[in-house]
């Protein structure tokens, strides 16, 4: 452990551990979630737990029930329609900005998580998948710098990962197009609206599986 993260307080270390559940789609929707559970699994104290369950109730991660039951959310199909407009909004733009300010480091960087994501899908392991596509997407985020748009699709992911874990196992990871190669090829290239061509489609894909799963799901 770094001297960094020696000094980070219990509740952001323990909201983090539980943040990455959430993304890695280890904690699944309708999956209760109690305090007592977390602190055997993040190996953490109760409060910091509480504050970090809290948190992410007020970010929409996690739901309390009127039992004061709190699982991951279960997403309706109008919940999904509204992620895949928000995400389409936002997304594709920070790719553009991100590839257009990106250096050849950067772009290698990107590489080589791809080449994680990819083994992944080789290996049909859904948590590495998860694990390396979030990732990828954040580093590339990331280079854009900005402040504002980049926590509400950190928090729009929180939303989507759960139901896209399902997704994937349902599908298989090898039945997924992999756009991020498609990402890198127009980076490569030196272009960024082709870049965030690639992102939109890559959004798309996953998405719009996860709203055909819940309309099969629907009764009747």
């Not at 020696?6 to 789609?25: F, N």
């Not at 929180?158 to 756009?179: I, K, Q, Y």
Request: charged share 20%.
């Amino acid at each position: 452990m770094d001297s960094l993260a020696a000094k980070e307080p219990a509740h952001l270390s323990v909201y983090r551990g539980i943040r990455d559940l959430i993304l890695s789609g280890d904690l699944a929707p309708g999956h209760p979630v109690t305090i007592q559970g977390l602190v055997a699994r993040l190996d953490a104290g109760v409060t910091p737990v509480r504050e970090a369950i809290r948190r992410l109730t007020s970010e929409g991660a996690l739901q309390f029930h009127d039992n004061r039951r709190v699982t991951v959310p279960v997403l309706s199909v109008a919940q999904v329609d509204e992620l895949i407009f928000a995400r389409n909004a936002l997304e594709p733009e920070l790719a553009r900005q991100g590839a257009a300010r990106a250096q050849a480091a950067d772009i290698e960087t990107l590489a080589a998580i791809d080449a994680a994501h990819t083994a992944a899908i080789t290996q049909g392991n859904t948590r590495h998948y998860m694990v390396q596509n979030h990732r990828f997407h954040m580093t590339l985020y990331a280079l854009a710098g900005t402040e504002v748009i980049l926590p509400v699709v950190e928090a729009l992911w929180l939303r989507s990962a759960p139901a896209l874990r399902v997704m994937c196992g349902r599908f298989g990871t090898s039945n997924l197009p992999d756009m991020h190669q498609a990402a890198l090829a127009a980076m490569r290239a030196g272009d960024p609206a082709g870049v965030a061509e690639a992102i939109r489609l890559d959004i798309l894909q996953g998405m719009e599986n996860v709203r055909e799963l819940l309309i099969e799901a629907q009764p009747g």
